[in-house]
């Protein structure tokens, strides 16, 4: 099992950036994933990498925005959110699997959340 921390969430306004830190312990070992709750919806995959750096996978409306990154020195995912929208507004989560990273019900290990929200 992985701890995983998340932060860097907040308030901005729209059009504007944050980049979300995730830290923990052993993550050679795994995929990770950037996933998030809007309020009244289910949970989604926005982004996920490989545990070899060299695959990257991004939900639809995430590309071009969004960019996933890992620092296995470090034991850190990130997320880096451009252009933000309002309906970019929801809690998101690291995740962490050994499984398939594109495949949303192999992860297995959650940290707590951190609130982004976008005004407009």
């Known amino acids: 099992q992985v701890q995983l921390v998340e932060s860097g969430g907040g308030l901005v306004q729209a059009g504007g950036s944050l980049r979300l830190s995730c830290a923990g312990s052993?993550?050679?070992?795994?995929?990770l994933g950037w996933f998030r709750q809007a309020p009244g919806k289910e949970r989604e995959l926005v982004a996920a990498?490989?545990?070899?750096?060299?695959?990257?996978y991004y939900a639809d409306s995430m590309k071009g925005r969004f960019t996933i990154s890992r620092d296995n020195a470090k034991n850190t995912v990130y997320l880096q959110l451009n252009t933000l929208k309002p309906e970019d507004t929801a809690i998101y989560y690291c995740?962490?699997?050994?499984?398939?990273?594109?495949?949303?019900?192999?992860?297995?290990?959650w940290g707590q959340g951190t609130q982004v929200t976008v005004s407009s």
């Open positions: 995740a962490a699997t050994r499984g398939y990273y594109r495949d949303y019900r192999t992860y297995t290990d």
């Open positions: 052993g993550f050679s070992m795994y995929a």
């Open positions: 990498i490989s545990k070899t750096y060299s695959n990257t």
